[in-house]
């Protein structure tokens, strides 16, 4: 398995016989060398989208278009892309699992908000935000999606067991380093865990220091931007 950071809380991640780009936002990311783009999202074969916020839905469609794959999401937000863009979806909602391949995806809760801005610039309802369990070759990754902690998280470990944690940690907009590592720290026995949702602005936490001191024992692993990890 091979998990590539694109800056943010954009993910490649090749398990299986799948190639998933999680909430890739590639165009205007201002920590993504765009001239990768074409290797960033070659092959991909789904594009998972946890909620409806720019930095996460913007490049969605036009990868979707681009590459003729589809975007799996939560169903408020599927019929509107798909409605929109006239994409292939997979629309689905909280305690569902879909299967992509020989991945299984479930979609779970997550504490946050999700619209889009409408043309005239009022917010445009995009279904509840979301995280998602992918599970495949063994192994299960929480991707959390924007979250603050949550009681739910100890249901979640109990349900998928997940070994390697994606956990937004930025602040401001989600939980921050500290809250991110009390998560996995209090409700989840992860082998993995790398942070995400930072460094992106100077809003958002520049460094993930304050995590690797609170989970000895865990890899926390803090790949530059089109790094890839394999595990």
């Known amino acids: 398995m091979k998990l590539t950071w694109l800056g943010h809380s954009g993910f490649r991640i090749e398990i299986g016989d799948q190639i998933l780009l999680i909430d890739p936002w ?19 074969t789904h594009v998972l989208v ?4 720019f930095d996460h839905v913007n ?10 794959i589809p975007v799996v999401t939560i169903f408020d937000l599927a019929g509107w892309l798909e409605n929109r863009h006239g994409i292939e979806t997979v629309g689905f909602n909280k305690g569902g699992t879909v299967m992509l391949g020989d991945v299984a995806v479930t979609m779970v809760n997550a504490a946050h908000s999700s619209s ?4 005239d610039g009022t917010p445009v309802y995009t279904g509840h935000e979301s995280g998602f369990m992918i599970a495949g070759e063994g192994h299960t990754i929480y991707v959390s999606g924007d979250t603050d902690v949550m ?4 249901v979640l470990a109990d349900l998928h067991q997940p070994d390697i944690g994606i956990l937004c940690a930025g602040g401001h907009f989600t939980m921050d380093m500290k809250r991110a590592a ?3 720290k209090r409700f989840f026995d992860f082998r993995t865990v790398i942070p995400c ?12 220091d304050a995590m690797v001191a609170a989970l000895p024992g865990v890899d926390v692993l803090t790949p530059e931007v089109m790094e890839t990890i394999t595990l």
């Open 197 to 208: 949702h930072y460094k992106t602005f100077p809003l958002l936490e520049q460094s993930a």
């Open 26 to 44: 590639v165009t205007g990311n201002p920590t993504f060398p765009e001239e990768r783009r074409a290797e960033a999202i070659a092959g991909a």
């Open 182 to 184: 009390y998560a996995a």
């Open 116 to 119: 889009l801005a409408g043309d």
């Open 151 to 154: 009681a739910d998280m100890e």
């Open 59 to 68: 490049d969605a469609a036009p990868i979707a278009q681009e590459l003729g």
């Open 50 to 53: 946890t909620h409806g916020h």
